[in-house]
């Protein structure tokens, strides 16, 4: 029976995965795990060993949001290939087990790093956070999709205008009569200047170092993690969906409140070292960077302010969520004003 602790039945779990081959052990207890905005996770003892349990969050779910069937043939493609995506162990994909999909996966130790830094992690950290991250981005882009059975995991064209297309429905429902001026000039300002088509590469769609695992003591990353929404695309939206979280001190005052990364810590590069970080990693930049900067923004915007709308409802939690309409708004702003810029 599930409680509001285990919000499913881990009895019902351990019975499916019995049927796959797999023991999962009642002792020790599964261990929730802290941090991100969605899908839940679980250190859990399967088969003698640490893994990983993970599950969708409960409730509606946002189109393509929290995708355990992608997810799990992500990594079944790309683990072999990609050292830093862990390996899947199991995949239940029908919701009528527990109530939602689930997956076992490779447990990796590391540390997340979100918009602090954790213990024993000295702000001059970035010196190898911000390689290992660029770096692991620029070999993820390098690889193939099709020579890792990924080929048709998106369509290779027209991404960005069924991005742009995508993003102004969901703006639109999530702002509802409360769409502040520079959305509009930010969606001019996108479909006016419309990209042509790049290469289609594997995307992680949320590279940012709370997705990193780290070892701290080697100075290196162990995992990339949260994989539910890769997809096929430019590379040039992966480094721009990093640079949306990348707050400077001379940014509009409300996007301070993001804390998605550290950012804003005394002695910490501004987004030009990002973006020459990623070239020095990928021999070069991806075409139109400035106009994919725009589009995260816009994506960034958007998912805060449907979070703000769950949260008005009360089907969020915790003051975190009060300024998440002023942040929504000041993203928009400042992608307007520097639209175009990287």
């Known amino acids: 029976m599930a409680t509001a602790a285990e919000p499913h039945d881990w009895s019902a779990a351990r019975r499916w995965l019995a049927g796959a081959g797999h023991f999962l052990a009642a002792e020790p207890a599964p261990v929730r795990l802290a941090g991100g905005l969605a899908n839940l996770n679980w250190r859990v003892w399967l088969d003698g060993r640490p893994a990983l349990f993970r599950r969708p969050p409960p409730g509606e779910l946002a189109a393509g949001a929290s995708d355990m069937a992608r997810e799990a043939r992500v990594l079944a493609g790309l683990a072999p290939a990609f050292g830093l995506a862990p390996g899947l162990i199991a995949a239940c994909l029908d919701p009528g087990v527990i ?16 918009g602090s830094l954790p213990p024993g992690l000295a702000p001059a950290c970035h010196r190898w956070l911000l390689p290992a991250l660029t770096g692991a981005m620029a070999r993820l882009h390098a690889l193939e999709p099709a020579a890792l059975g990924l080929g048709d995991l998106a369509r290779q064209t027209g991404f960005a205008e069924r991005s742009l297309r995508g993003w102004t429905k969901r703006a639109a429902a999530a702002f509802g009569g409360a769409e502040p001026p520079a959305l509009g000039q930010l969606l001019g300002l996108l479909a006016r200047r419309l990209p042509a088509d790049s290469p289609a590469r594997l995307l992680h769609m949320d590279a940012k170092f709370d997705n990193l695992l780290v070892d701290p003591v080697r100075q290196a990353a162990t995992a990339l993690i949260d994989w539910d929404m890769g997809t096929l695309g430019p590379p040039a939206f992966d480094l721009a969906v990093l640079l ?12 301070q409140g993001l804390a ?20 020095k990693a990928a021999g070069g930049l991806p075409a139109d960077l400035g106009w994919h900067l725009g589009l995260a923004r816009l994506r960034l915007a958007t998912a805060w302010m449907q979070l703000y709308r769950l949260w008005q409802r009360g089907q969020l939690s915790g003051d975190r969520y009060r300024g998440f309409e002023a942040i929504a708004g000041a993203i928009l702003a400042q992608a307007v004003a520097q639209f175009g810029e990287t």
């Open 99 to 114: 109530g939602v999909p689930f997956l076992l996966l490779e447990w990796r130790e590391g540390v997340a790093v979100g």
């Open 260 to 279: 998605a990364v550290p950012s804003l810590l005394p002695g910490w590069p501004g987004r030009a070292a990002v973006v020459d970080s990623y070239a």
């Open 244 to 255: 949306s979280y990348w707050i400077e001190a001379g940014d509009p005052a409300d996007t």
